[in-house]
T-cell receptor, first 114, second 114 residues
């Protein structure tokens, strides 16, 4: 079974600064996808970014980028130029390609301070 | 499409009562998931269906929980009898295809068992 670990329950960052959220995972799968989801106070789960494990190039989406280290099974999220609207819970998730058994980490609560 | 629709948004019930949570996935999606979110345990996968067939229910806490998907456009999660420790936010999510596809989440049902 896959496990996803987020070791930072809470983090804070000043507006316009950069912050990195950590995620590690454990799996015996070779082919899989990794995700970061954002959950603002509205409770809605929103996909932030997705990484295909067979791609060496790190995914980027505007101010969001990942540092994917497959050998280390690490998948961190970097948020540049943090904005107040980035305040939310952030979940790292893993899904093997062969099925859709997506597993989530415990989440990191990020607060962006003005 | 209206997205994944869950009802009710909030449910308050007394211990011992039966609770039924409902979900309408996005039309055309062939995977449906039920997750439970608590402060202590984060997002837990309870069960998921593929083409209306339950694939993995190993996350269902105990026999008091049951889930059905009678057709491609409707699923229920039932708790009978409910207990205070079942209090949580229950999310339904759907997707099309295997693990490369992102999940589309509903807004969740906040369940409080008194």
């Amino acid at each position: 079974a896959q496990t996803v670990t987020q070791s930072q329950p809470e983090m804070s960052v000043q507006e316009a600064e950069t912050v990195t959220l950590s995620c590690t995972y454990d799996t015996s799968e070779n082919n899989y996808y990794l995700f970061w989801y954002k959950q603002p106070p509205s409770r809605q789960m929103i996909l932030v970014i997705r990484q295909e494990a067979y791609k060496q190039q790190n995914a980027t989406e505007n101010r969001f980028s990942v540092n994917f280290q497959k050998a280390a099974k690490s998948f961190s999220l970097k948020i540049s130029d943090s904005q107040l609207g980035d305040t939310a819970m952030y979940f790292c998730a893993f899904a093997p390609i062969r099925n859709n058994d997506m597993r989530f980490g415990a989440g990191t609560r990020l607060t962006v301070k003005p | 499409d209206a997205g994944v629709i869950q009802s009710p948004r909030h449910e308050v019930t007394e211990m011992g009562q039966e609770v039924t949570l409902r979900c309408k996935p996005i039309s055309g999606h062939d995977y449906l998931f039920w997750y439970r979110q608590t402060m202590m345990r984060g997002l837990e996968l309870l069960i998921y269906f593929n083409n209306n067939v339950p694939i993995d229910d190993s996350g269902m806490p105990e026999d008091r929980f049951s889930a059905k998907m009678p057709n491609a456009s409707f699923s229920t999660l039932k708790i009978q009898p409910s207990e205070p420790r079942d209090s949580a936010v229950y999310f339904c999510a759907s997707s099309f295809g295997t693990g490369r596809e992102k999940l589309f989440f509903g807004s969740g049902t906040q369940l409080s068992v008194l």
